[in-house]
């Protein structure tokens, strides 16, 4: 854990972390349970050349890298169950990955365990269109269930803004939300049954229809970040694609009154859709990426606020929309005109933390939750932040539910400046758990606020917590170093961050 | 050649190991290495997983442009070796660019892989089929214009004297490797080439749509606003009939080079010479430089820069100094490679000359759609489908432009395909050393084709003769078609006066 910490630094430093070939790679494994990997999936599923575990070692978050000891490419529940139960009974630590696109580290191997890829399991085995659900593999692409059901006039409502690439067992695994969660709930809304190897290799399932008795394993399993089993098939939830739709663009000439529009829009007793927001650095990313949306370049903040259902009162509620933005002093406001143009508005949101590769060499992205009605305190006390580490801070956000992403921009060539952003961060996320909010909205802990955790939960809430996992996995290999912080860990980040 | 590019090479010089910027990067030491303000704008994100054929084929990480990316990154700084590794990532690549357009960050991956390529083929030369591939066709062959009528002309007498049938009968061909076996039984009647047979200069036929569109405006009275908007592809699409306006300082192309393209001009001289229909019956000169060579495409997506530079050399000379006002290619492999000679060259005396060059070329579809075409008469009855060429769509960002053209054909019903902008496998040279992912590839495409259509229209040879191939295996009886050519075709029905069937 620290070594890891130390790592981590090193490679920031001097961009060194991640080995050479020919040191601090893990251990290849065992020849006979790498013989019996290969006898399982088959050769080609086996993967342990230096250039592919490279390949593994980061997610969507690049700041702490390791190399895996092997990559496995199961094709079916029982080849995962197969090479589970073997890992399990040689004692050797591992983790399920899908596509890779987590922002918290979930699936980057901290002890260079075995890689369990789902990417080839993405086969849409089942779609029920009276039931309005879908049984799928882990491996199938939010975005292609959606557009394989829009046949039947249905779609997965889970929308992170990865969709284009993450999968619907990562989903699960990071309880995803998503612009329009704000209406429509976050994955565990979505899910009605799993589909589960045990970190023994056993084969359960989890679940059933909508009021299945006894305790909720699956609302336990979504969110566990790949840490209690590994999912390899899901029943989800499909809803009926909304009979109409209309979405705005506001333009606002100060921070303060975006965040009075958003609190006003909600206490006005209007669910939209979604609600969006971003401000005068995210706008300057994404102009100057690849899908610019022809934003003005001296405006403050913009919101994207999207309003669906019955096509019938679609106009008055926009109208309603209008008239609070107006109140608050918009600048200008516009409804799309064309689904053309409502496409090039998401497709430019949906981008936002990438384009910001445009305008910073580094960033990091922070996700917290606030109560509404604290969103512009916390937007003033964030700027503050920015001002007093040195550091500029997008922020790019689901306005609506007061899941904010801070985006710090920084430097990793720069000495110092990877620490500073990452100070900055953790300071954003302390104001939001002394608002009442929370660490992660979406992104999940994984290695990345896994020392965050200390700031929400008391020693015995861990504790717990532990306990949970530990009836799960008892030797304690299954994607071990996440989520929640070992134990005393909290007292040390507490003297040094928190206190200090 | 040889020659060529010693002198280039020593000319060039180059600083081992370092890049444009003047920066370290330790891991690759030849010249012209990836550069690492490319690679480190990607940000790892991985929302061009989900687009790049061969992770699709395969899903894993080194098999997808962030995990190439990635790969690229660590050799540079030190931690990955110019091994067998990196060879095979990159190699798999198809440089389809599928990923840029997917990218939100803008990385150039296509430029990443091709130098990184540069480097890795230097490190560990090619062995086997590959080597012989590369050493016969890319280096024995393309570059040189004559040994290359020669071999067209060898074909043309194998095709014509009754010796392919006789092979085929007495199952000669069988004696080529799998996928030349394939592509043997797709290739077209060959013609002759249009570079040799044509005369150097061409006049237009007719004055051009847009000249009789300006001469209406300025013989028309002025009405209040000077102002005009510019031309768009979204109007050009939407109402192909009117004429297209101009802004003043929007310079309105005369004189037109053509760029001929080797496996074009080889295989499909038929649609060289509809290139040169259309356009002189759009009222522009047309000129074909003779010594006008590959365009290199090959060569550098091979890796082996120094013949490509040493081409786009020949090439700028050939038509810079015919003063053309443009450059029309209809190959979407040779296009994306003219318009990135200044890439190419970026380190070369002739940068500034290799950059002019780039920006006055133009794809055939794009090039009459921005500066305007007379949208045909004729009529053209069949229901045609669209591919997009991976060179066209992704590296080039043509899109909408041939779908206009298709669109103002009378009689022509267009359907779109699943998937239309997903590689076929053709790649360059990629479908030869790559058959087992380029078959996955090709059959995946092919069951895109939708049932109800007779032509399938694409911009690039190389997808012609994989997906005709690919058809053929199929059992399928959907003609492979250029896009100009049907436009073409509609012309000429007007003047015959009647239908004709694809």
């Known amino acids: ?500 | 050649m040889a020659r060529e590019i010693e002198a280039a090479e020593a000319e060039a010089g180059g600083r081992p190991g370092t890049d444009r910027a003047g920066r370290r990067s330790p891991g690759f030491p030849y010249p012209d290495p990836p550069q690492a303000p490319d690679y480190e704008l990607c940000v790892h994100c991985g929302l061009c997983l989900d687009v790049c054929p061969t992770y699709l084929e395969r899903g894993e990480e080194l098999h997808s442009p962030r995990g190439r990316v990635f790969l690229i990154r660590q050799a540079a700084e030190g931690r990955l070796p110019l091994d067998a590794g990196l060879y095979e990532a990159v190699f798999q690549c198809l440089d389809c660019r599928a990923c840029e357009t997917a990218c939100p960050s803008g990385v150039p991956v296509g430029r990443l892989i091709e130098a990184a390529r540069g480097q890795v083929v230097r490190a560990m030369p090619s062995r086997g089929f590959r080597r012989f591939v590369e050493a016969t066709l890319l280096r024995g062959l393309i570059p040189h214009p004559r040994r290359l009528d020669r071999a067209a002309a060898l074909l043309r007498l194998y095709q014509r004297s009754g010796l392919a049938r006789a092979a085929r009968a007495l199952r000669l061909t069988k004696l080529l490797p799998p996928p030349l076996r394939k592509l043997e039984r797709a290739l077209p009647a060959v013609r002759r080439s249009v570079r040799r047979r044509y005369p150097e200069a061409l006049p237009a036929l007719r004055p051009s749509a847009a000249a009789r569109a300006e001469a209406a405006v300025a013989a028309a009275p002025r009405s209040g606003s000077e102002a005009r908007p510019p031309v768009s592809l979204a109007a050009a699409a939407s109402a192909p009939a009117a004429p297209p306006a101009f802004r003043p300082e929007f310079k309105r192309p005369k004189r037109v080079g053509v760029f001929t393209g080797c496996v074009m001009d080889v295989w499909y001289a038929d649609v060289n010479e509809a290139t040169v229909r259309v356009l002189r019956e759009n009222g522009y000169d047309v000129v074909i430089p003779k010594d006008q060579r590959c365009c290199g495409a090959l060569h550098v997506h091979a890796g082996d820069r120094e013949t490509g530079k040493a081409l786009a050399r020949a090439n700028l000379e050939a038509f810079l100094s015919r003063d053309v006002d443009a450059i029309v290619v209809n190959a979407a492999g040779c296009g994306a490679a003219l318009k990135e000679y200044g890439h190419l060259l970026a380190e070369d005396p002739e940068r500034e000359r290799a950059e002019a060059f780039a920006e006055k070329v133009y794809d055939v579809s794009e090039f009459l759609v921005r500066f305007g075409f007379r949208p045909p008469t004729g009529r053209v009855e069949a229901t045609v489908t669209y591919h997009e060429a991976c060179h066209l769509a992704h590296a080039q960002g043509i899109r909408e432009a041939p779908r206009a053209l298709l669109r103002s054909i009378p009689g022509l019903r267009l359907v779109e395909m699943p998937e239309a902008d997903h590689c076929c496998g053709s790649a360059g040279i990629y479908n030869l050393t790559h058959p087992e992912m380029a078959e996955a590839l090709l059959r995946r495409k092919v069951a895109n084709v939708p049932a109800e259509a007779e032509a399938v229209a694409m911009g690039n040879p190389g997808c012609m003769l994989q997906i005709a191939s690919g058809l053929l295996e199929a059992g399928r009886r959907t003609e492979v078609v250029h896009t100009v050519a049907l436009l073409d075709r509609a012309y000429r029905a007007e003047t015959h006066g009647k239908e004709e069937a694809p």
């Not at chain 1, 009974?89 to 591992?94: F, H, K, L, S, V």
């Not at chain 1, 990426?289 to 003005?296: D, E, F, L, Q, S």
């Open chain 1, 1 to 500: 854990m620290i070594e890891s910490r130390v790592a981590a630094d090193a490679w920031r430093r001097e961009g060194a972390a991640l080995p050479g070939p020919e040191e601090d790679f893990p251990p290849p494994l065992p020849r006979a349970v790498a013989a019996a990997i290969r006898s399982i999936v088959g050769e080609r599923f086996f993967l342990e050349d230096p250039a592919s575990l490279l390949a593994y070692a980061c997610d969507g978050q690049t700041l702490i890298c390791r190399p895996p000891r092997a990559v496995v490419l199961p094709a079916t529940t029982e080849e995962v169950a197969a090479v589970v139960r073997l890992l399990y009974d040689a004692g050797i630590p591992y983790l399920p990955r899908g596509a890779g696109t987590g922002l918290s580290g979930g699936a980057v191997p901290l002890n260079g365990e075995v890689v369990l890829s789902l990417a080839r399991m993405k086969r849409i085995l089942h779609v029920d269109p009276v039931n309005r659900l879908a049984v799928v593999q882990p491996g199938v692409v939010n975005l292609r269930l959606s557009q394989a059901v829009a046949s039947e006039g249905l779609y997965f409502a889970p929308d992170p803004s990865s969709q284009y690439a993450c999968t619907v067992g990562g989903n699960v695994g990071e309880n995803a939300g998503g612009a329009h969660c704000l209406k429509y709930g976050v994955t565990t809304n979505h899910v009605l049954a799993l589909r589960v190897v045990l970190p023994d290799g056993e084969v359960v399932d989890l679940g059933g229809p909508p009021g299945t008795p006894g305790p909720d394993l699956v609302g336990l399993w979504t969110g566990s970040e790949g840490t209690l089993g590994i999912v390899t098939e899901l029943t989800v939830r499909l809803l009926p694609l909304p009979e109409g739709r209309r979405t705005a663009l506001a333009y606002f000439d100060t921070v303060d009154a975006a965040s009075r529009t958003v609190a006003d829009i909600m206490a006005a007793g209007i669910v939209p859709a979604a609600l969006e927001m971003m401000d005068a650095v995210a706008i300057e990313g994404v102009e100057r990426g690849k899908k610019p949306a022809g934003h003005p370049p001296d405006v403050e903040a913009l919101l994207l606020i999207e309003v669906d259902g019955v096509e019938a009162g679609l106009d008055a509620e926009m109208e309603r929309i209008v008239a609070v933005c107006r109140k608050n002093g918009v600048r200008s406001v516009k409804v799309a005109e064309s689904e053309a143009e409502r496409r090039l508005w998401w497709d430019n949101r949906k981008t936002a933390f990438a384009a910001m590769g445009a305008i910073s060499p580094n960033y990091l992205v922070q996700d917290g939750v606030i109560p509404l009605s604290t969103l512009p305190d916390v937007l003033r006390r964030i700027r503050a932040i920015g001002e007093k580490y040195g550091l500029r801070i997008a922020n790019v956000f689901h306005a609506g539910d007061g899941n904010l992403h801070p985006l710090i921009l920084y430097d990793g060539r720069v000495p110092g400046e990877a620490e500073r952003a990452e100070a900055a961060g953790l300071e954003a996320l302390r104001v939001c758990v002394e608002v009442g909010g929370s660490i992660t909205g979406e992104h999940g802990v994984g290695i990345e606020k896994r020392e965050a955790m200390c700031f929400m939960f008391d020693p015995p809430e861990l504790e717990a917590m532990r306990a949970v996992r530990a009836a799960f996995d008892p030797k304690g290999l299954l994607n071990a170093a996440k989520l929640i912080p070992t134990p005393g860990r909290c007292g040390e980040v507490k003297a040094a961050a928190w206190e200090g």
